[in-house]
């Protein structure tokens, strides 16, 4: 079946710091892989993306790659900011199926101190 | 663009009683919407997947009958959480998957603010 691992957290930094929050994947095919950031008290948003494999998805300073040797899509920043706290979601969506329902990780928080 | 409204926001209500949350897109067509329940300091649990002028398919474990899914229009999902007592209380959100229409974004999920209900 399809599942998503993520690293526990929560992940404790220091301002300017250098991220990485892990995922790694089981999917059959070729799923779309994605990083979700949920803010304290907001939804959702989705903050990158990747559709295939070798695919570097980038938004905000984050990036990851789209690894299938691997099955990972680990989260990375070079520097994080107080503003980037927040709880981050790692999520796949089967290539096949109708609905297309994300499979998600347990998600990961991020505090980052000044 | 892309966005996810829900109403209420907050909810206290009484044990017994019923309440609808209602989920909207904006400015998109979402054939497909999604309910979870997120409990503190966990992941997204989905509840169901509501389909448009169809019935909306529940995952297991999850009542149909105490939590009803109702997706009438392109823009609109309601979930009621009938009957509603303490261990209900939770966060709702809804997410909303762009329809065919929806050019690049099409099969893209939008996620609603949330719905904070608390079963007294």
């Known amino acids: 079946g399809n599942s998503v691992t993520q690293m526990e957290g929560p992940v404790t930094l220091s301002e300017e710091a250098f991220l990485t929050i892990n995922c790694t994947y089981t999917a059959t095919g070729y799923p779309s892989l994605f990083w979700y950031v949920q803010y304290p008290g907001e939804g959702l948003q989705l903050l990158l993306k990747?559709?295939?494999a070798d695919d570097k998805g980038s938004n905000k300073g984050f990036e990851a790659t789209y690894r299938k040797e691997t099955t990972s899509f680990h989260l990375e920043k070079g520097s994080v900011q107080v503003s980037d706290s927040a709880v981050y979601f790692c999520?796949?969506?089967?290539?096949?199926?109708?609905?297309?329902?994300?499979?998600w990780g347990l998600g990961t928080s991020l505090a980052v101190n000044p | 663009g892309a966005v996810v409204s829900q109403h209420p926001s907050r909810v206290i209500c009484k044990s017994g009683t019923s309440v609808k949350i209602e989920c909207r897109s904006l400015?998109?067509?979402?054939?497909?919407m999604f309910w979870y329940r997120q409990f503190p300091k966990q992941s997204l649990m989905l509840m169901a997947t509501s389909n448009e002028g169809s019935k909306a398919t529940y995952e297991q474990g999850v009542e149909k009958d105490k939590f009803l899914i109702n997706h009438a229009s392109l823009t609109l999902s309601t979930l009621t959480v009938t009957s509603a007592h303490p261990e209900d209380s939770s966060f709702y959100i809804c997410?909303?998957?762009?329809?065919?229409?929806?050019?690049?974004?099409?099969?893209?999920?939008?996620f609603g603010p949330g719905t904070r209900l608390t079963v007294l």
């Open positions: 990747a559709t295939k």
């Open positions: 997410s909303a998957r762009v329809g065919a229409s929806g050019g690049a974004r099409y099969n893209e999920q939008f």
């Open positions: 400015d998109f067509q979402a054939t497909t």
């Open positions: 999520a796949l969506s089967p290539q096949a199926g109708n609905n297309r329902k994300l499979i």
